[in-house]
Structures are given as C-alpha cells and as structure tokens.
C-alpha cells in the first residue's frame, strides 16, 4: 500500500478517504508547514493545500514523494522547477477546462468586491448596526454605463465579461493574445488603465506578469477608479497600491489575494496592506475565497483524489 498525506480540508466530503481504498493508506492533517515537515517523509503522494509552500526545505525532506497534486489553478506556492528536478510527477487544476469551466465563484466575487466597494456595503453595514442611519453619507456609483477593464481575457475573464455585461457595462479587455469575444474591444495596457472605471485582474502569475500593475499603471487611473485582483498578490507592487490609495491617486482597492499570505496569522497580521485596511475604507480584503464555494472546492478535490490514486495504480503495472 502506497502512503498519501493530505491537508486538504475534507471535513465536509463524505466518503473522500474511500476514493484511496485498496491503493493508499491516507493521513488528513491540518496545514501546519511543522507537522507537513514532520510528516512528509515517508509518504509517496501528497494532497497539497495552497498555504504550505512547496519549496527546497520542504523537497529535501520528501524523500519517498512520487506525486504532487494540488485543486487549484494557481502554482504559485509550488516550486515546479525544483519539483522536476526531483522527477516528481505534480498536478494541478489550470488545465482541466471541463472541470473548471464550471467554475464561476471567482468572478462572482470580483463583482461582490465591485459593489462592496462602490456601494460603501461594509463600512455603512456596521455604522447602521449601532442604529445610526447615514443614508446620505454613504452615496455610491452604480455600475450601469461604466467601463470594465479586464486584464487577462481567459476563463475567468470571460465570465467576468458576462456578468459586467448584465450590470450594463462597457467591457474592453487586454490580453497578450489576440483573442476576440463579442462586444468586447481590445485595448494596450496604457489606454485600458486610462478609460476604465473599474479594473480588474485575470492573469496567471509569472515572470512577465509579476509587478505588472505598478505606479505608472496608477498614475493613468482615472482618481475615481477602482481596482480589484483575485488573481495572485504579487500581480500587483503592493507599495505602489498602497502609495495610490494613500495619496487617493485611485478611489479604490479589492483583494482577494496578497502577497504573503501563507505567512503565519501573528505575521500576516502586520502585512503593510492588512495594517492599512483596518482604518481606511477604500481598500477591502479577503482571504483569498474566490474558488471557495462548495461547489468548486467539492469537486475539484474530488478530482484531484482522483487523480492521485489513479496514478499510483499506474505505477503499481
């Protein structure tokens, strides 16, 4: 029997330890990098939470690890150059189109971050729970004839597309390739910043994409533009986003995602756009929940279980 360690949170999942039955012995732990350490090695296939960095330490205390295998689109915290080398086989959920392209949460979320921002929902929703009514304090923008611009045309930036379509919305887009979808105008990065209302990120990290949205891209923002990214933190130079939203160059900020947010909570808690975010209402965080639904965590640690055991029977021939 192979032996697979999983921090997956599978707690709502009925049956998900029998998908491994007859091939793997199974442990569920939580993802504490100490106790993954600890734990990875003797173990031949690992079910990988996005919070625990697979990284050179990690590697060289896996010594019996055949497969890797991660339900998200984002690699980011997998180093995939170093697990190659180790000629361990990883997989992850980017490519899966027929699983993924029922996927919507994230681009839901993105327009739920729009109106949070728009509508002022959070800091008005408190200041009513004290009984205070400040209804004309708390004017917002309506998202009807406004222009989206969207970065990153693919999946999610074409259901992103959509539902900015049904609010009314303008949609142009940049894109590296030159895709077309319909009533949609593609636009070069520069003017794209220039003319949208709203800004808001779709691209896979990498070389060419890291730091991509800096302070030039700010500096052609409209002032009462807003940016959101669900996509990776570091897509954006957070010192760049927080010197526009200080200095209100830009009217806004969405985040689902930040740099460092497989930081412990003690040093998280000090990130310099956390710490920010406490007092001021033009920048909203969220911990990275744009895939979280039930829906798609279900299914896509189903598949990736899936995907696991059916590669250790390959090995078992």
Same mark, same amino acid.
Request: with cysteine; net charge positive.
């Given at each position: ?24 012995? *199974? ?13 990875? =090695? ?9 919070? %625990? $960095? ?11 690890? =055949?497969? %890797? +295998?991660?339900?998200? &689109? /984002? ?7 170093? %697990? ?11 490519? !899966? ?10 681009? !839901? ?20 729970? &004290? +009984?205070?009514? /400040?209804? !004309?304090?708390?004017? +917002?923008? $309506?998202?009807?004839?406004? &222009?989206?611009? *969207? ?5 999610? +930036? ?17 894109? *590296? ?7 949609? !105008? ?11 209302? *709203? ?10 994409? $890291? ?15 807003? %940016? ?62 744009? /895939?979280?639904? =039930? ?23």
């Amino acid at each position: 029997m192979y032996k697979t360690l999983n921090t997956l949170d599978i707690s709502n999942i009925k049956n998900f330890n029998n998908i491994f039955k007859k091939v793997s012995d *199974i442990k569920n732990i939580k993802p504490n990098r100490e106790q993954v350490l600890r734990a990875i =090695k003797k173990v031949d296939a690992y079910l990988a939470s996005a919070s %625990i $960095q697979i990284d050179r330490e990690f590697l060289s205390k896996a010594e019996n690890l =055949k497969v %890797i +295998g991660s339900p998200s &689109t /984002g690699v980011d915290h997998m180093d995939l150059n170093l %697990i190659k080398k180790k000629k361990i086989k990883c997989f992850d959920i980017s490519k !899966e189109f027929k699983l993924i392209n029922s996927f919507t949460a994230t681009s !839901e979320l993105v327009f739920g971050l729009i109106l949070a921002l728009n509508r002022k929902i959070v800091s008005s929703s408190l200041e009513a729970s &004290t +009984g205070k009514w /400040g209804r !004309e304090r708390y004017k +917002g923008n $309506q998202l009807y004839g406004k &222009t989206l611009g *969207i970065i990153g045309l693919g999946r999610l +930036g074409k259901i992103s597309a959509r539902i900015g379509k049904g609010f009314g919305m303008r949609i142009i887009a940049n894109d *590296i390739k030159n895709i077309r979808f319909k009533g949609i !105008e593609l636009v070069s990065l520069k003017k794209l910043a220039l003319l949208s209302d *709203i800004v808001s990120l779709h691209v896979h990290l990498n070389n060419k994409t $890291q730091n991509l949205i800096n302070k030039d891209f700010f500096n052609r923002m409209k002032k009462d533009a807003i %940016i959101i990214n669900t996509a990776r933190g570091k897509i954006i130079n957070e010192e760049d986003l927080l010197s526009a939203l200080r200095k209100k160059d830009i009217a806004g900020a969405g985040l689902d995602v930040i740099d460092g947010e497989w930081l412990s909570d003690d040093k998280r808690s000090k990130h310099k756009l956390i710490r920010y975010s406490r007092t001021n209402e033009n920048l909203i965080i969220t911990p990275h929940i744009g /895939g979280s639904t =039930k829906e798609s965590i279900e299914n896509s640690r189903i598949f990736m279980a899936k995907k696991i055991v059916s590669f250790l029977k390959k090995l078992k021939k």
